[in-house]
């Protein structure tokens, strides 16, 4: 699947992807020309990638969710809590959960769909949201004056921000994190792994798999803490764009477009573009 150049080293085809999005077993990334390929477990469908031009792109569970040019969403895979029910309408932004997936309106309020047993998609009726994260079984949203709130299961006081100013919020299976305004990260919730035990420094992105977070530095190398059983956490070296994390899963975006993996893969190939680093 990747190129050998004549000194026989091998390489990725260079600017393959402009985001990617990993799920339980299975990840997907939006290509240059808007197009999406996915890749790992196709058990329900979640590879099943529809045709036409995208803007973002979310993967859940076993499911996968993803914003067209048009605003509208398209859900593929599994649909057993109706996960996979994309609502009408437009949006600006998309996340996806184990069973549930969200979606930022225009307006500033969220729409959740999909599993609801402890609550995950009871949330986010208020017109003030720049930005929303679904975990395993909550939500949290990001409101415009940088206060967060989320809704859904409270393990460990996963639901309980702190009352500080934050740019970016992730949920994962039973924690959440933050990057505040001064660019430092905060984590809340369970902690049996040590993934809210938030390493020092600044950064500009974070992703949040089962239980463990990685997150991309404002010099662009990456850092993950927290759950290892697959080396999920084991980050390579080197300059990224763009980060995602799953259960067991995270994978990064290079400054050439190229994406890398690492951790526990999934049963089908890659496509070109993409390395994937083993444990």
Known sequence: MLGLRRDGARRCRRREFTTIAAGYFHACGLRTDQSIACWGNNAHGQIDAPSGQFTAIAAGGSHTCALRTNRTLACWGMNDSRQADAPSGEFTAIETGTRHSCAVRPSGSIRCWGGNERGQTSGGSATRYTAVTAGH??????????????????????????????TAVVAATLHTCGIR????????GWNQDGQTEAPSGTFTTLAAGGAHTCGLRTDGTVTCWGGNSYGQSDAPVGEFISITASRDLSCGLRTDGTAECWGRSGTIPPPNGVKFTRP
């Open 181 to 188: 305004a001064d660019g430092t990260i905060a984590c809340w």
């Open 137 to 166: 079984e909550h939500s949290c949203g990001l409101y415009r004056s940088g206060d967060i709130r989320c809704w859904g299961l409270n393990s460990g006081g996963s639901t309980n921000p702190p009352r500080e100013e934050f």
